[in-house]
């Protein structure tokens, strides 16, 4: 199957500072991939879809200025946390499909997010 | 997107078969059947996808009725390596497409 790889895996930050996670497809290209959340024994909730060469879709509720995403080529996006703060922490899930295969998602391990 | 509603969660033994249920009553016509599990502190996993007719798979069987307002995913053979959170989802075309609605899914526990 197809494999999406996230980096880092977890990051430490502090209260006030930015950090940035990557989502890149290895083996196939994806115009479109998409940002979930998951908080600790909560199911995945979708923040935004990401579009290749054009601006990102953001879910209702969901701070654009906050969680910039940049999705640069067909495989890479990049979700920018901006002046994280504690209620941030979370584990941050991308996803995304092989062109015309939209019914198969894959899924990146995810980034264990900690703001202290 | 249709509403789905799944157990909370299930026993299984291992080397048998592990049958999980989704109701989505509400479901429309172009609205496709998804399945995915969730493995603790990992990225989802796909297993299988369906609209009217029953599915078969290297990893499952998804069984469909009729009038489509419910589902059931079949694990043949469960392993200890099957123990995870599984989401059943319905999603449609249009603008929607690709985006997928996670539930609180089934906590499936195979033991030994």
């Known amino acids: 199957g197809a494999v999406v790889s996230q980096h880092p895996s977890w990051v430490i930050c502090k209260s006030g500072t930015s950090v940035k996670i990557e989502c890149r497809s290895l083996?196939?290209?994806?115009?479109?991939m998409f940002w979930y959340r998951q908080f600790p024994k909560q199911s995945l909730m979708l923040m935004a879809t990401?579009?290749?060469?054009?601006?990102?879709?953001?879910e209702q509720g969901v701070e654009k200025d906050k969680f910039l995403i940049n999705h640069a080529s067909l495989t890479l996006s990049t979700l920018t946390v901006t002046s994280a703060h504690p209620e941030d922490s979370s584990f941050y899930i991308c996803?995304?499909?092989?062109?015309?295969?939209?019914?198969?998602?894959?899924f990146g391990p995810g980034t264990r997010l900690t703001v202290t | 997107d249709a509403k789905t509603t799944q157990p909370t969660s299930m026993d299984c033994a291992e080397g048998r078969a592990a049958n999980l249920p989704c109701n989505h009553s509400?479901?429309?016509?172009?609205?496709?059947v998804y399945w995915y599990r969730q493995i603790h502190s990992q990225g989802p996993q796909y297993i299988i996808h369906?609209?009217?007719n029953n599915e078969t798979n290297e990893m499952a069987s998804l069984i469909i009725t009729e009038d489509r307002k419910s589902s059931t995913l079949i694990l043949p053979h469960a392993t200890l390596r099957d123990t995870a959170v599984y989401y059943c989802?319905?999603?449609?075309?249009?603008?929607?497409?690709?985006?997928?609605?996670f539930g609180q899914g089934t906590i499936l526990t195979v033991h030994p």
């Open positions: 996803s995304a499909y092989p062109n015309g295969r939209v019914y198969e998602q894959y």
């Open positions: 083996d196939f290209q994806a115009t479109t």
């Open positions: 990401s579009n290749e060469g054009s601006k990102a879709t953001y």
């Open positions: 509400t479901i429309s016509g172009n609205e496709y």
């Open positions: 369906g609209l009217k």
């Open positions: 989802i319905v999603g449609a075309g249009g603008t929607s497409y690709g985006k997928l609605t």
